[in-house]
């Protein structure tokens, strides 16, 4: 495997379901990232995790909880969601190596999430 | 606060056409960068090009071009002669400057989607 990968690819969940999307990335680095993208809304950045330490939490509600055991593996767990989170999430790394120039951030392809 | 404006949300073009997409911004930093982003229909997002706001030169990638300029905070991306692989969805993209041991944050724009017919 290369890049960043993301399992599942399609996720259909009741409202009162627990879930867990997972992301993986192969290329070494350091900051992860889950974003959320809607039809009606810019993608938005949930959380970052930089060597897994969590240094964003973007106001997301509670009922999205993200885990971080090591530097190559990100998972969002979901439990009791509701319809309108149904979106594509997607997952995305950088080297996040010391510096102040952003950088260049790689992207998973992403889970669709239906919440029914 | 910062923003990003891609008042475009869809253009189709016919293949070989020039097709500028456009790209606003709003900051109150003096240091920041620019991205663009392409997402075909697999998914993820590829990236194109990352600009801080001190080249305010364009560049040329092949058939892409950016042309930054400060004074109207727009930084817009054109493609040259078309294709049909070029069909997407492009966004803009705007980092402040900061430290990258915190992760750094990407505010996007809503995204263009490009259609490029045969």
């Known amino acids: 495997e290369t890049g960043v990968t993301q399992t599942p690819r399609h996720l259909v969940m009741g409202m009162t379901n627990k879930k867990s999307l997972k992301c993986e990335q192969h290329l070494g680095h350091n900051a992860m990232y889950w974003y959320k993208q809607s039809a009606k809304k810019p993608l938005e950045l949930m959380f970052v995790y930089n060597f897994k330490e969590q240094t964003e939490n973007n106001s997301v509600p509670s009922r999205f909880s993200p885990e971080c055991p090591n530097s190559s593996h990100l998972f969002l767990h979901l439990h009791t969601l509701q319809p309108e989170d149904s979106a594509l999430y997607l997952c995305?790394?950088?080297?996040?190596?010391?510096?102040?120039?952003?950088?260049?951030?790689?992207f998973g392809p992403g889970t669709r999430l239906t919440v029914l | 606060a910062q923003k990003v404006t891609q008042a475009q949300t869809e253009i189709s073009v016919v293949e070989k056409e020039d097709v500028t997409l456009d790209c606003v911004y709003e900051t109150r930093d003096t240091t920041y960068y620019l991205f663009w982003y392409k997402q075909p229909p697999s998914g993820e997002l590829v990236f194109l090009i990352r600009r801080n706001s001190f080249d305010e030169q364009n560049e040329i990638s092949g058939r892409y071009s950016w042309n930054f300029q400060k004074s109207t905070s727009s930084f817009n991306f054109t493609i040259t002669a078309s294709q049909v692989v070029d069909s997407a969805v492009y966004f803009c993209a705007l980092s402040e400057d900061g430290l990258v041991e915190y992760g750094n944050k990407l505010v996007f724009g809503a995204g263009t989607i490009l259609r490029v017919k045969s």
């Open positions: 995305a790394s950088s080297q996040g190596v010391g510096g102040a120039a952003p950088e260049e951030q790689f």
